[in-house]
């Protein structure tokens, strides 16, 4: 069952023991491995030893770096690789970072292991003998594909553990048990930050096989209420909007390529009923799409991105037209690489809001006119108007857009053809 670890690792846990202290893989990893999974979070808890004994063993293998000095976390930079040593957490403040915290190397497991969020993230690797310690019956919760609580009592004082839980449902296909909603409901994510609140969504969006199942918590924990916009789409009278958006999210986490444009094809599929409710509803509603995302802190070029294409997969447009020329396929395609998108995440967008034969001949013709990814290149350029005697002025750019027309028009590359058209077309001396 256990993986092969860095040898690098397990010489540090043999001098761990050889100080009388015992050194355990905790959190994800654990949880991953017992479910077949591979993990690159490999964070390691050492009993029986101070923080300074910690850091000078440490210190005889590497370079220290202390990345969470009130936490009890070390980092040996060879390794990228966390050890602390336990903790007791008390609540003190608001918010996720309100808790004091005091280290406590003489903390058996079973009680460090109590301040965790959820069994299936309580459990412990024994680096040397390959034990699996497991206080709470996470690897029972696992078989279940249950989520639940470590402690009901303390679950509740960091409200990012909500969102922890939606993303963690959306990544390991498990549901929350009654209990663990329930606690959930009473959460107050204002006490989140936005960069928080994003970060849990992108992990929720980008790493989950479904992420509709973290939307669903949302729902079923009212914890959606803190995103109106989403929370919308769920009128009892008719769910229809919720139900196409989970879905969508569905199907666009199956044509995720793990690029740049994941985040935005996903941000896309769960915003795209926000449009068109909001058109629905009061003839446009602007900004409810850039609302959202803009209190979560989401990167303005998402943001950009992601507005440019919900706007054009409400409706008829574009993808479903037979008629549409390639100048419409040259247009469109320069009008979306100003946001930053490409006439391709479009087609995979619209294929999970709506599969249609059409968005894959869409597909097809960009591809043929070659501007599926790109927008044409301006052949034209200034140069070649000073070449041809114009100087810079007022009636400079509007040639050059001439030009462009002219291009996309015709399909054209040669710059002077292109230009001597444009200058037929020209009003004016």
Request: aromatic share 4%; hydrophobic share 40%; proline share 5%.
């Amino acid at each position: 069952m256990q993986r092969m670890i860095d040898t690098r690792v397990t010489d540090i846990a043999r001098g761990v023991a050889e100080a009388g202290g015992r050194a355990l893989i905790v959190g994800g990893y654990v949880r991953d491995l017992l479910r077949g999974e591979p993990s690159k979070d490999l964070d390691i808890e050492v009993y029986g030893m101070d923080i300074d004994a910690l850091r000078e063993l440490l210190g005889r293998r590497g370079n220290v770096l202390s990345v969470g000095r009130a936490f009890g976390v070390l980092r040996l930079r060879e390794l990228d690789i966390d050890f602390s040593v336990p903790r007791r957490d008390s609540k003190v403040a608001p918010g996720h970072r309100g808790f004091e915290v005091a280290c406590d190397p003489d903390l058996d497991f079973r009680t460090a292991a109590r301040r965790r969020d959820l069994t299936v993230n309580s459990m412990g690797l024994d680096i040397l003998s390959g034990e699996i310690l497991d206080p709470y019956g996470g690897c029972h919760d696992l078989e279940r594909k249950v989520l639940r609580a470590v402690d009901p009592a303390t679950f509740p004082e960091d409200p990012l553990r909500g969102l922890r839980v939606a993303q963690l449902s959306a990544r390991l296909d498990m549901r929350a048990d009654t209990a663990l909603v329930r606690l959930c409901s009473r959460l107050d994510l204002g006490e989140v930050s936005p960069e928080r609140v994003f970060e849990e969504f992108r992990k929720l969006l980008l790493k989950g096989g479904r992420p509709s199942l973290g939307l669903t918590f949302l729902r079923d924990s009212t914890l959606l209420r803190f995103f109106p916009e989403l929370d919308g789409l769920t009128d009892a009278g008719d769910d229809r909007a919720w139900s196409r958006t989970l879905t969508a999210v569905d199907q666009a986490a199956k044509s995720r390529r793990d690029d740049r444009d994941d985040l935005v094809l996903m941000l896309g599929a769960m915003c795209h009923a926000v449009r068109r409710q909001g058109d629905a509803a009061s003839e446009g509603e602007p900004g409810a799409v850039e609302a959202l995302l803009a209190r979560m802190r989401a990167p303005n070029d998402v943001v950009e991105g992601v507005s440019a294409l919900v706007d054009r997969i409400g409706g008829p447009n574009l993808l479903s037209d037979e008629d549409a020329t390639p100048k419409d396929y040259r247009r469109l395609s320069r009008e979306l690489a100003a946001s930053g998108v490409s006439l391709e995440l479009l087609a995979r967008l619209s294929g999970s809001v709506c599969p249609n034969p059409s968005v894959k001949r869409f597909l097809e013709r960009a591809r043929e006119l070659g501007v599926d990814r790109s927008a044409p290149a301006d052949m034209v350029r200034g140069r070649h108007l000073v070449a041809r005697g114009f100087d810079p002025g007022p009636r400079f750019g509007a040639i050059l857009e001439l030009c462009r027309d002219v291009q996309d028009e015709t399909g054209w590359l040669d710059p002077e053809r292109i230009l001597d058209e444009a200058l037929i077309r020209s009003p004016g001396p």
